[in-house]
């Protein structure tokens, strides 16, 4: 019967260890680290989506949905073609942070399929007032919806399959 009143003190003792643990975890979550990123294909015409920015803009804005992916570090990356009017065609990669609604420039595409690192890589705030921002648009109603990432690559294609219909 002496037994039964030292585990009455132990489990207490027990429980506030598990708590005092789980608090500490939480109160010293591990920093956000951004993994490498690896530069995706040149990006092929069977695979560009065109998406809408507004209609502000005469530009054709696409994302090549072979180069969708979501990080284990919650960054979407993606290649996204803009045709202006002109008949200009830039191609960058890109990658979104949808917890902070930040974009980052990673590279610039080349005609002859090469790419070229961005001087600039830094990570910005996207320009949620503009109506000419492409990153607005595609945070707004593909990769971030409600603020939230996308669950996976499929899950961003199928959003911008379903609004170029």
């Known amino acids: 019967m002496k037994i039964l009143p030292a ?7 027990t429980a506030y260890a598990e708590w005092g643990e789980f608090d500490y975890e939480f109160e ?3 920093p956000w680290v951004e993994l490498a990123a690896q530069l995706p294909p040149t990006p092929r015409a069977e695979n560009l989506v065109e998406f809408n920015v507004s209609s502000a803009t005469r530009h054709k ?3 090549d949905t072979a180069s969708i992916s979501v990080g284990a570090d ?4 993606y ?9 200009a065609k830039n191609v960058s990669f890109e990658g979104m942070r949808c917890e902070t609604g930040e974009r980052r420039l990673y590279a610039y595409g080349h005609p002859d399929g090469t ?3 961005a001087r600039n890589a830094g990570w ?8 000419l921002s492409y990153q607005k648009a ?4 593909h990769f971030c919806p409600d603020g939230i990432n996308v669950r996976d690559a499929g899950a961003a294609v199928r959003s911008l399959r379903r609004a170029a219909r």
């Not at 290649?79 to 008949?87: D, K, M, P, S, Y």
């Open 28 to 30: 010293n979550e591990k």
């Open 124 to 131: 910005e705030t996207i320009k949620f007032r503009s109506l």
């Open 138 to 141: 595609l945070f707004e109603d």
């Open 61 to 63: 804005h696409l994302v």
């Open 115 to 117: 790419w070229s690192k």
């Open 7 to 13: 585990l009455l003190l132990i489990l207490p003792l």
């Open 79 to 87: 290649t996204v073609v803009i045709e202006a009017a002109g008949g």
């Open 74 to 77: 919650k960054i979407v990356r």
